[in-house]
């Protein structure tokens, strides 16, 4: 059982264009929320994170909005690039130390 | 900047035989975890240590140990490999007791390249 849901499972965005991946958690125990990138055969990358006491964090293209009373969390890349071409992971971790769990992964393909 | 050093980083073993992954976290890092990710899915977490004592231990076959020495290495030992365990095996480290060093850095954890292993 997926502690962490992820939609889309794969996402086809125009170059230029806004890529939105949503994940929605159950367990409020959760307060650490990282979104990774990953290339293929590659690690998967810390791009940006947030903590609930916060609505929103950007940086550079990347924004993370956070909605504690839905208890969902999204990532918006803005002005896509084939370069972000790449699966995408939320995750979530409780407590300083503690494993992270990730949803299932959204596969972004940027159309040039 | 230093990152998370993992080896070897491809592995073929027959089934029944047995391997051994390194990892080598970013200096100053005193958390290292491990985690495997199949084909198309989503990383899992095996197990974890902290100051080079078990701090968390997810879904770890008993076919498989680990430890964290000294230099705050960990090495993660797989014994009678079944075809199953071809998979990504990654190491990732965070700096627990450096979140004063580093503030807003609250559990982040940095992934090393992993560990590609085949069982034939």
């Known amino acids: 059982q997926q502690q962490v849901k992820q939609s889309p499972q794969s996402l086809i965005v125009q170059k230029g264009g806004i890529s939105i991946i949503n994940c929605a958690y159950e367990?409020?125990?959760?307060?650490?929320f990282p979104w990774y990138q990953q290339f293929p055969g590659k690690g998967p990358a810390l791009l940006i994170a947030?903590?609930?006491?916060?609505s929103e964090k950007k940086e550079g293209r990347f924004t993370i909005s956070f909605n504690k009373s839905a208890k969902q969390f999204s990532l918006h890349i803005m002005d896509s690039q084939p370069g972000d071409s790449a699966t995408y992971f939320c995750?979530?971790?409780?407590?300083?130390?503690?494993?992270?769990?990730f949803g299932a992964g959204t596969i972004l393909r940027v159309k040039s | 900047a230093a990152g998370v050093i993992q080896s070897p980083r491809h592995l073929i073993k027959e089934k029944r035989e047995t391997a051994t992954l390194k990892c080598y976290p970013i200096?100053?890092?005193?958390?290292v975890y491990w985690y495997q990710q199949g084909p198309g899915q989503d990383p899992q977490f095996l197990i974890s240590?902290?100051?080079?004592?078990?701090?968390d231990k997810g879904s770890i076959p008993d076919r498989f140990s680990a430890q964290q020495f000294s230099d705050y290495h960990s090495e993660l030992n797989m014994s009678s490999l079944e075809l199953g365990d071809s998979a990504l095996y990654f190491c990732?480290?965070?700096?627990?007791?450096?979140?004063?060093?580093?503030?807003?850095?609250?559990?982040?954890?940095?992934f090393g390249p992993g560990t590609r292993l085949t069982v034939l």
């Open positions: 990732a480290s965070s700096p627990r007791t450096g979140l004063a060093e580093a503030p807003g850095s609250y559990n982040e954890q940095f």
């Open positions: 367990n409020t125990a959760f307060d650490y």
């Open positions: 947030i903590r609930p006491d916060v």
């Open positions: 995750a979530a971790s409780m407590g300083y130390g503690n494993k992270l769990v």
């Open positions: 200096p100053r890092h005193d958390t």
């Open positions: 240590f902290y100051e080079k004592m078990q701090s």
